[in-house]
């Protein structure tokens, strides 16, 4: 097991419940009246997904991935062009939802939701198993470090403040419990 990697499996879990509440505010068609509280969820998601999320892992975790396994190249050519893609989807589907352009921004969400599902998944099942048993624990330590220098600039805390903000825009969206309660 390596800090470095449970880091981003952490992290991957706030990316995946808001998207999730926002593919489901998507498919509800809810998006209309509630806008305010879907123009949070999508600054928030700028600023996890894009902001704090992607650019650590290029700041932090990918360069050291390519220089221990280079068989990665490619994989993380790919994966900093998923980043783009992301950022872009994103950031048309923001526009949309400022200007009430609903056909749009429904389709660019549920874009985002397929490419981010499919992303998160080329990063955990391809590329975080052989990281996980094979990075040396020293570089690990030297990853973990920068992930710290990096959370810096986000302020105190952000860790709770961005769990606390996911629980509580998924509640104000679909209710509480809402997925506690599809599961059971
Ligand atoms: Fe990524
Ligand atoms: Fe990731």
């Not at 939802?97 to 939701?113: I, N, Y």
């Not at 998160?120 to 992930?147: G, R, S, W």
Request: proline share 3%; hydrophobic share 40%; net charge negative.
């Amino acid at each position: 097991m390596r800090i470095s990697v449970t880091l981003l499996q952490y992290e991957h879990g706030i990316v995946r419940q808001s998207i999730d509440v926002l593919a489901e505010v998507v498919k509800g068609g809810r998006a209309l009246e509630k806008k305010a509280d879907v123009t949070e969820l999508m600054s928030f998601i700028l600023d996890y997904l894009d902001r704090f999320h992607h650019a650590k892992e290029e700041e932090c975790f990918f360069p050291q991935v390519v220089n221990y396994f280079p068989q990665f190249k490619e994989d993380v050519d790919g994966i900093y062009d998923d980043h783009v893609e992301a950022r872009e989807l994103l950031e048309t589907a923001i526009t949309a939802l400022d200007g009430e352009d609903w056909e749009v921004f429904k389709a660019r969400s549920m874009d985002l939701v397929r490419h981010m599902t499919a992303h998160v998944e080329k990063e955990e099942n391809h590329i975080f198993p052989t990281v996980d048993e094979d990075l040396p624990i020293e570089v690990d330590e030297a990853m973990n470090q920068c992930y710290q220098d990096f959370l810096r600039n986000f302020g105190e805390e952000y860790y709770q403040k961005t769990e606390m903000f996911a629980n509580d825009i998924q509640d104000r969206l679909l209710g509480p419990g809402f997925f506690d309660k599809s599961i059971y």
